[in-house]
C-alpha cells in the first residue's frame, strides 16, 4: 500500500514537472525528480528503457514477458 502511494505522488511529481518543462519554467529542485519501477514501486536500480527496476526485469525475462530478452547461460 505504501509503496503504491509513492508511486501515485512521484507520478504526479513527475507530470507537474513536465508541464512545467513544456512551459518553459524551469523547476525549483530538479533532482528531486526520480523514476519507480511499475510493477513494485523501486526506486533504486531503475532500467529506464524498459520502465522497470532490476529486479522485476530478471522475473520477466526469466517468465519470457519481454521479447527478445533471455537469460544468458554457459
Same mark, same amino acid.
Given at each position: 500500500?505504501?509503496? !503504491?502511494?509513492?508511486?501515485?505522488?512521484?507520478? %504526479?511529481?513527475?507530470?507537474?514537472?513536465? &508541464?512545467? %518543462?513544456?512551459?518553459?519554467?524551469? =523547476?525549483?529542485? =530538479? !533532482?528531486?525528480?526520480?523514476? &519507480?519501477?511499475?510493477?513494485?514501486?523501486?526506486?533504486?536500480?531503475?532500467?529506464?528503457?524498459?520502465? @522497470?527496476?532490476?529486479?522485476?526485469? &530478471?522475473?520477466?525475462? !526469466?517468465?519470457?514477458?519481454?521479447?527478445? @530478452? !533471455? %537469460?544468458?547461460?554457459?
Amino acid at each position: 500500500m505504501a509503496r !503504491t502511494a509513492l508511486k501515485y505522488k512521484q507520478n %504526479k511529481k513527475m507530470e507537474k514537472f513536465l &508541464r512545467d %518543462k513544456a512551459a518553459g519554467r524551469k =523547476p525549483k529542485f =530538479p !533532482t528531486r525528480i526520480y523514476n &519507480r519501477c511499475n510493477l513494485c514501486g523501486r526506486r533504486h536500480g531503475f532500467m529506464r528503457f524498459f520502465g @522497470v527496476c532490476r529486479i522485476c526485469f &530478471r522475473e520477466a525475462a !526469466t517468465n519470457g514477458d519481454i521479447p527478445g @530478452v !533471455t %537469460k544468458s547461460s554457459w
